[in-house]
């Protein structure tokens, strides 16, 4: 399964204040990280263990090949527990969720648990651009967005992938954001289409000028169009 990993290191943050625009992106960019610096380990024996320091590692691992023979919808807590060899509580009690488990099992620098709260909170009229900030201030930091590409790259050319990505991104971030702002499936997916497209050109295609200007330039660039999906208008 190393197709889908990449090395990286994660920082974890806290929430958002209102009425300064470039620190909220800040912050919410850090929100919910998780670190994970583990290697794929082989198969387990069945039988449950009790945690031990290698335990977390061995979990992740043993998720990173349910998550990719399954995809996420299928993959279970009680599944990747066994394929792991170790009790469910002591999965539930290192990640919490399937999704904690997936973001920490990809390396992904942010957990949508963690920071959709603080996306749609605030003023509607502003959802845009928290969400335009969010997407390029997650992405500017180099350690942060090489697992996102590298996910994204393998996509390309790895249908098991495209689903595992597609799974996870349909019922952990924008079924959830859609729900929380009342707005209909097919606008969030657009946006969020878009801002995937600009990362894409930005940083794959390194596309000029979009590939070295400033993120303030591009959230005043493409913040209202993303708020007009949001708002249906």
Same mark, same amino acid.
């Given at each position: 399964?190393?197709d889908? &990993?990449?090395?990286?290191? /994660?920082?974890?943050?806290s929430?958002i204040?209102?009425?300064n625009?470039?620190?909220?992106?800040?912050?919410?960019?850090?929100?919910?990280?998780? &670190?994970?610096? +583990?290697?794929?380990?082989?198969?387990?024996?069945?039988?449950?263990?009790?945690? +031990?320091?290698?335990?977390?590692?061995?979990?992740?691992?043993?998720?990173?090949?349910?998550?990719?023979?399954?995809?996420?919808?299928?993959?279970?807590?009680?599944?990747?527990?066994? =394929?792991?060899?170790?009790?469910?509580?002591?999965?539930?009690?290192?990640?919490?969720?399937?999704?904690?488990?997936? /973001?920490?099992?990809?390396?992904?620098? /942010?957990?949508?648990?963690?920071?959709?709260?603080?996306?749609?909170?605030?003023?509607?009229?502003?959802?845009? =651009?928290?969400?335009?900030?969010?997407?390029?201030?997650?992405?500017?930091?180099?350690?942060?967005? !090489?697992?996102? $590409?590298?996910?994204?790259?393998?996509?390309?050319?790895?249908? !098991?992938?495209?689903?595992?990505?597609? =799974?996870?991104?349909?019922?952990?971030?924008?079924?959830?954001?859609g =729900?929380?702002?009342?707005?209909?499936?097919?606008?969030?997916?657009?946006?969020?289409? !878009?801002?995937?497209?600009?990362?894409?050109?930005?940083?794959v295609?390194? $596309?000029?000028?979009?590939? +070295? /200007?400033?993120?303030?330039?591009?959230?005043?660039?493409?913040?209202?169009?993303? !708020?007009?999906?949001?708002?249906?208008?």
């Open positions: 399964m190393s889908v &990993t990449a090395e990286s290191g /994660v920082a974890a943050g929430g204040t209102a009425g625009s470039a620190a909220a992106g800040d912050e919410i960019a850090t929100a919910g990280g998780v &670190t994970a610096g +583990s290697k794929a380990a082989g198969r387990r024996r069945p039988g449950r263990r009790p945690g +031990s320091a290698d335990t977390r590692g061995e979990i992740m691992a043993a998720a990173r090949r349910t998550f990719a023979e399954k995809g996420f919808d299928k993959a279970t807590i009680r599944g990747i527990a066994r =394929e792991a060899g170790v009790d469910p509580a002591l999965v539930h009690h290192y990640f919490a969720s399937k999704e904690g488990l997936f /973001v920490a099992a990809m390396e992904l620098p /942010v957990n949508p648990e963690d920071v959709i709260p603080l996306l749609v909170a605030g003023p509607r009229e502003e959802t845009g =651009e928290r969400l335009v900030r969010f997407i390029l201030t997650i992405t500017s930091d180099a350690r942060a967005r !090489q697992p996102v $590409l590298a996910l994204m790259r393998t996509a390309m050319t790895n249908e !098991q992938v495209v689903g595992m990505i597609r =799974e996870f991104m349909t019922h952990a971030l924008l079924e959830k954001v =729900e929380a702002l009342g707005v209909p499936p097919i606008r969030m997916e657009a946006a969020f289409a !878009q801002l995937f497209g600009v990362v894409l050109v930005r940083y295609i390194k $596309l000029e000028p979009i590939a +070295s /200007v400033g993120v303030e330039e591009l959230v005043a660039l493409l913040a209202p169009t993303i !708020q007009r999906y949001i708002d249906g208008s």
